[in-house]
């Protein structure tokens, strides 16, 4: 009875932690009834020969809510800059996202742990901006994650993409995040998507960056990278979180 007590009272002082990945979902909850908010940028620059959008860049901001310990909503809210390829750009409103991710299973260490998540667009873009889709997009997803040597944890995720007036995706990501002290880390992905039309390549991108923890409730994550194979050419991401 006496280590239980100990392993209860242990769990009770764990804060939460925000996702240090971009593609995949991590074993990081907010605690049940804490909030998680944050801000962040995607900067995509696109291959010059790509028929499609030459840049994109995308500005969120995020809730994330723990409606139990092992269950978490989170809304995206993005305000989207797109360049065209014939010239000019667009900007506004992007679609809203929904998730639902659901820790269903965590060994007594907290790996590994199967994370099902499914999220949804609502449709606020413009889509004739390119800005957004016609249509509710769904994403259903599956993660398992595990830790090596107590220092580097790493995490496999598959999805598969519902579009409206579209070709279903699936798509792939594995992370991996090692742990140099308790506040920093570094972080490398890979990403893999189908490609919407018959013609275009599939996507390949890999990414590599840090993440740091200026305190219990702030945490920074930055992160560059490029495209092996597909129309992106380079990959920036950065952002700021706090939890309360």
């Given at each position: 009875l006496l280590p239980l007590i100990f392993t209860g009272m242990f769990l009770s002082t764990v804060n939460a932690e925000p996702q240090r990945t971009n593609f995949t979902v991590e074993n990081k909850f907010p605690l049940w009834e804490q909030f998680e908010i944050g801000a962040g940028y995607t900067g995509i620059g696109m291959d010059d020969d790509s028929f499609i959008a030459q840049d994109r860049g995308r500005a969120y901001g995020y809730v994330r809510y723990g409606i139990l310990d092992n269950l978490a909503v989170q809304l995206d809210i993005p305000y989207e800059n797109v360049d065209l390829p014939a010239g000019g750009s667009e900007s506004g409103l992007g679609d809203l996202d929904v998730e639902f991710q659901l820790r269903t299973y965590e060994d007594i260490f907290g790996y590994p742990y199967f994370i099902p998540h499914v999220s949804f667009t609502i449709p606020t873009g413009d889509e004739d901006k390119g800005l957004g889709v016609d249509g509710v997009a769904v994403k259903f997803g599956l993660s398992y994650g595990s830790t090596i040597n107590d220092w580097i944890d790493w995490v496999l995720d598959a999805s598969y993409v519902v579009i409206p007036d579209q070709n279903d995706q699936i798509e792939l990501a594995n992370s991996y995040v090692w742990n140099i002290s308790d506040v920093f880390g570094l972080v490398t992905e890979v990403f893999y998507s189908d490609s919407i039309e018959d013609s275009d390549?599939?996507?390949?991108?890999?990414?590599?960056?840090?993440?740091?923890?200026?305190?219990?409730?702030?945490?920074?994550?930055?992160?560059?990278?490029?495209?092996?194979?597909?129309?992106?050419?380079?990959?920036?991401?950065?952002?700021?979180?706090?939890?309360?």
């Open positions: 390549d599939s996507e390949v991108i890999i990414t590599g960056g840090i993440t740091y923890e200026w305190t219990e409730s702030i945490q920074m994550d930055l992160s560059v990278g490029g495209g092996l194979t597909g129309p992106v050419d380079v990959y920036g991401q950065g952002s700021v979180s706090y939890t309360f």
